[in-house]
């Protein structure tokens, strides 16, 4: 049978304008975020127009997160459009917005470029707001709790397809659209689909973005970013080298190899006691106490037992380096998977603060509205308490 064409991929309005190349290669189109601001420059200047447009140009993006050349009134008029379509192409289109929390929480799918499709989360949190940005299409890590595990890998994001997530909830927050009064995007979480380790060029260069103060980026701080991972080695002890002290969000889930493998298939790669390693290296060359993540699934990783080996195999590298988030399984459709139970919970929760660790249960944000990865709030990564 027939499946008939989606009305939505017949609409040529919705097609972005693409070089043959960049569909060929199918990279996203250049954009000033992929580039160093100087990098800019030169490219302005290449193009005959007076080098410090690039600047201007970039503190529209960075500062006023906007695109639009009708809004950028300081450039003239001539100029506008030229330096736009050199170096702000459309990077992501919105397919739709759900709301929840009463408003607080946002959801969007955003439409790429190629047609791919990848989701970020905004959070309203009293003194913050969060947004929770997708690093790859999909994901090629395959762990069987995780909705976008089940995906597999499409492709990685560039690093102006990230930087463009950040700039999209700072302009929702800046117009009043997340609070109902303008409000400054301060936090973000690579926390969405994705393996940031897995596309490190990418990530690190959007994290660079965030940090690095306008006209480069947006000048935010490197404490209010989280990169969160599964656990790939080589790159936590690259990130910890670069110099940005980014907070750092280890996905554990099991403190012993033998379940960790099941849940983590990448733990057949790096073992636990590999990671913890390098999570307790990174915390000394950066200073930032590393979030360990662990997703509570009912009888599969919430004995007592396990609380107590997590808190041994943490204290057994020091104190006080590292701080536990348990975070309710949002079950993913089709899972026999669920949340524990809330006296289990408490139980394991009881158990790692007696043995001195500090642990903050992560609300769920957004949940009614198919969070599907659980990873939706990352309220206690920031401070908050449920
Ligand atoms: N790939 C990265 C970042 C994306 S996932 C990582 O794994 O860290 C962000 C967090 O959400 C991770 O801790 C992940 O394990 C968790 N997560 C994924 N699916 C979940 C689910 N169904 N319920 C609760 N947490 C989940």
Not at 170 to 189: F, I, K, Y
Not at 222 to 230: C, L, Q
Not at 308 to 326: F, Y
Request: net charge neutral; hydrophobic share 40%; proline share 7%.
């Amino acid at each position: 049978m027939n499946e008939p064409t989606p009305v939505e991929s017949l609409d040529p309005s919705r097609r972005l304008p693409l070089s043959f190349t960049e569909r060929r290669r199918g990279r996203a189109p250049r954009h000033l975020a992929d580039l160093p601001a100087p990098e800019r420059t030169r490219l302005v200047a290449e193009a005959g127009l007076p080098a410090f447009r690039a600047d201007q140009l970039s503190r529209h993006y960075f500062t006023r997160f906007t695109r639009d050349p009708d809004a950028m009134t300081d450039l003239p008029a001539a100029d506008r459009h030229r330096l736009a379509d050199l170096l702000l192409p459309s990077l992501a289109t919105e397919v739709r917005t759900l709301t929840a929390d009463r408003g607080a929480t946002l959801k969007t799918l955003w439409e790429l470029f190629d047609g791919s499709r990848v989701e970020s989360v905004l959070m309203a949190y009293p003194g913050r707001n969060t947004v929770c940005i997708s690093s790859e299409v999909g994901c090629g890590m395959a762990c069987p709790f995780c909705a976008t595990g089940q995906m597999g890998l499409t492709r990685n994001l560039s690093t102006a397809e990230i930087v463009e997530q950040v700039r999209l909830a700072a302009a929702a927050c800046d117009s009043g659209a997340l609070t109902g009064e303008p409000s400054r995007l301060t936090n973000v979480v690579f926390m969405g689909m994705g393996e940031p380790m897995a596309n490190y060029a990418a990530v690190i260069g959007a994290v660079r973005r965030l940090v690095e103060p306008p006209p480069a980026g947006f000048g935010l701080s490197a404490r209010n970013i989280v990169v969160s991972t599964v656990g790939l080695v080589p790159q936590i002890d690259r990130l910890a080298a670069e110099g940005i002290p980014v907070t750092l969000a280890v996905s554990l889930h099991a403190p012993d190899d033998e379940l960790r493998d099941d849940l983590i298939p990448i733990n057949s790669r790096w073992k636990v006691g590999e990671l913890l390693d390098a999570a307790r290296r990174y915390f000394e060359a950066t200073g930032r106490r590393v979030s360990i993540e662990y997703a509570l699934i009912r009888d599969i990783n919430d004995q007592q037992w396990r609380a107590q080996r997590l808190a041994d195999e943490l204290n057994l590298r020091g104190r006080g380096w590292a701080h536990v988030n348990p975070i309710p399984l949002n079950p993913t459709p089709g899972s026999m998977w669920t949340a524990s139970e809330r006296h289990v919970e408490a139980t394991f929760v009881d158990t790692l603060m007696r043995a001195g660790i500090t642990t903050t249960v992560r609300d769920t944000r957004g949940s009614d509205i198919d969070g599907a990865c659980g990873q939706l709030a990352a309220q206690a990564l920031t401070g908050g308490k449920r």
